[in-house]
């Protein structure tokens, strides 16, 4: 399948005034969803900058089923543990869970989103 790319620059102006590149996102696409997104911010007024790479994987009908985000933030030095998004589909709801390393060195899933409309009893 052919591999195609949509990038964004963002550039913004520095305290003293010239434009600078601050925001950088590739999406890469295979066929007709997203295989890869791209992530870089810099802020020289902080002197922060973030890295982060999704990758995504679908189910055979083409729903999203995880994303993996690795990266890294503040300095390159501050590698961000590995973070897993899965997604489940029951009865017409979406369901986004996200699991990640902690700092205490315990594995955590939590639910971060759910589309359900009616609230629990």
Known sequence: MKLKRKSVLRFRSNRAGEMVLSQVDCIIYE??????????????????????????????????HTIIRDGFFGEKIKILSTRTFRFEYVNGDVLIYSKQLKK??????????????????
């Open 104 to 121: 205490n060195l315990k594995v955590v899933e939590d639910l971060l989103y759910t589309s359900r409309k009616s609230k629990k009893n």
């Open 31 to 64: 066929g007709s969803v997203i295989e890869k997104i791209l992530f870089y911010t810099r802020d020289d007024d902080v002197d922060e900058e973030t890295f982060m790479v999704d990758r995504y994987s679908y189910n055979d009908n083409l729903t999203a």
